[in-house]
Nanobody
Framework: QVHIVESGGGLVQPGGSLRLSCAASGFTLDSYAIGWFRQAPGKERQGVSSIGSTEDGSIYYADSVKGRFTISRDNAKNTVYLQMNSLKPEDTAVYYC?????????????????WGQGTQVTVSS
């Protein structure tokens, strides 16, 4: 029943911005933690950011994106956003949204059991 769709990726120049959206259907995401992960070709999947359930409220950022990315949720729209500013070529990857039914979040993939298909982010001149 849980279905997640990411959107908002694209091609941007270094220093530019994108806002990714994670839209949920089949469940109400306010009771879930939502995480953003990314994977570049030939590289391991990385945790980028997560936000706990509305009750928990914990927010996590990878050191590589701290100060540049902001995660937020809009429960009325059943959507979580990742605002990405000051983008670097190293941010190029497929970005995945995932849901953790226990609502705790974090940057480890274990515990996130529902995943979207991914959206491509390319940062290049």
């Amino acid at each position: 029943q849980v279905h997640i769709v990411e959107s908002g990726g694209g091609l941007v120049q270094p220093g530019g911005s994108l806002r990714l959206s994670c839209a949920a259907s089949g469940f109400t995401l306010d009771s879930y933690a939502i995480g953003w992960f990314r994977q570049a070709p030939g590289k391991e999947r990385q945790g980028v950011s997560s936000i706990g359930s509305t009750e928990d409220g914990s927010i996590y950022y990878a050191d590589s994106v701290k100060g540049r990315f902001t995660i937020s949720r809009d429960n009325a729209k059943n959507t979580v956003y990742l605002q990405m500013n000051s983008l670097k070529p190293e941010d190029t990857a497929v970005y995945y949204c995932a849901a953790d039914p226990y609502g705790l979040g974090g940057l480890e993939a274990s515990g996130f059991n529902s995943w979207g298909q991914g959206t491509q982010v390319t940062v290049s001149s």
